[in-house]
Antibody
Framework: QVQLVQSGAEVKKPGASVKVSCKAS????????INWVRQATGQGLEWMGW????????GYAQKFQGRVTMTRNTSISTAYMELSSLRSEDTAVYYC??????????WGQGTLVTVSS | DIQMTQSPSSVSASVGDRVTITCQAS??????LAWYQQKPGKAPKLLIY???SLQSGVPSRFSGSGSGTDFTLTISSLQPEDFATYYC?????????FGPGTKVDIK
């Protein structure tokens, strides 16, 4: 069965960076895009960007341009999302999700990133 | 970016009720619309894609309709496990964008 398993919760100080991993199993990792979506507590869903694991091509929402980097290691079927220059407003649950076009059919369990001094 | 709106923002309903949620896009998106269900503390779950196609494993009481700018998600007979927040998302153009969500709770 398709599974996306994310890394554990993180606590970071303002200005630091965080790197969240997303390990895929149950399908061919390079055949589907990986998207990243975040959700602040009590808020809605915010799409951050996508990556094609086959080519490594990426596309980021303008809001995160310059601060986010999405990469992958195909040998271990794992995608990564790194967000830099963290501020308190980045405190949220970060999800990876498999994409067929822009339809997100399988999601990771989420990773809570807390930014606090 | 395409803006998505949803109404109502919340609805109180009883088990067995028919519930309808609407979603509007700020410009035409053909049928490139998905619906997700999210329960507290859980990841969203894809229910409907391409406006009206039921994702595998999703009960048939869920249905979607619409095209262009106006879309509807209908739950024909609300079940206890359906109390959740529902989001629409346009899949027509970059960047994909979500609606603000509709919370379905118990009357």
């Amino acid at each position: 069965q398709v599974q996306l398993v994310q890394s554990g919760a993180e606590v970071k100080k303002p200005g630091a960076s965080v790197k969240v991993s997303c390990k895929a199993s149950g399908y061919t990792f390079t055949s589907y895009d990986i998207n990243w979506v975040r959700q602040a507590t009590g808020q809605g869903l915010e799409w951050m960007g996508w990556m094609n694991p086959n080519s490594g091509n990426t596309g980021y929402a303008q809001k995160f341009q310059g601060r986010v980097t999405m990469t992958r290691n195909t040998s271990i079927s794992t995608a990564y999302m790194e967000l830099s220059s963290l501020r308190s407003e980045d405190t949220a649950v970060y999800y990876c999700a498999r994409g067929e076009q822009w339809d997100l059919d399988y999601w990771g369990q989420g990773t809570l990133v807390t930014v606090s001094s | 970016d395409i803006q998505m709106t949803q109404s109502p923002s919340s609805v109180s309903a009883s088990v067995g009720d028919r519930v309808t949620i609407t979603c509007q896009a700020s410009q035409g998106i053909s049928s490139w619309l998905a619906w997700y269900q999210q329960k507290p503390g859980k990841a969203p779950k894809l229910l409907i894609y391409a406006a009206s196609s039921l994702q595998s494993g999703v009960p048939s009481r869920f249905s979607g309709s619409g095209s262009g700018t106006d879309f509807t998600l209908t739950i024909s007979s609300l079940q206890p496990e359906d109390f959740a927040t529902y989001y629409c998302q346009q899949a027509n153009s970059f960047p994909p964008t979500f609606g603000p969500g509709t919370k379905v709770d118990i009357k």
